[in-house]
């Protein structure tokens, strides 16, 4: 089971973290890969200025958008999926 943690702490908050969790949301529910990713929220990741933090695994990534959630989703997530 992938983890992908979506930083639900105000400053990521403003910034969309709502509108991100409902984009891997649709797309884990899309692509009935309810099993394999585990969707859950934290707080602050001390990477406020950045914009949404999200850590997949054990990596944190900063500065996700509600635009780009669909392409990072994609790209650093479905990625770490086995074939
Ligand atoms: S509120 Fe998200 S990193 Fe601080």
């Known amino acids: ?16 973290s709502d509108a991100v969790a409902a984009t891997f949301e649709r797309l884990i529910a899309e692509g009935g890969l309810a ?7 934290a707080f602050c990741m001390d990477a406020c200025s ?11 990534y900063r ?9 990072f989703f994609q790209d ?4 770490r999926l086995p074939a």
């Open 63 to 71: 500065g996700v958008t509600p635009e780009g959630a669909e392409t």
């Open 1 to 16: 089971m992938l983890s992908v943690v979506i930083c639900v702490g105000s400053s990521c908050h403003v910034r969309g």
């Open 50 to 60: 950045m914009g949404v933090s999200v850590r997949v695994g054990e990596k944190v």
């Open 76 to 79: 650093e997530v479905l990625s």
């Open 35 to 41: 099993d394999q990713v585990e969707l859950v929220g």
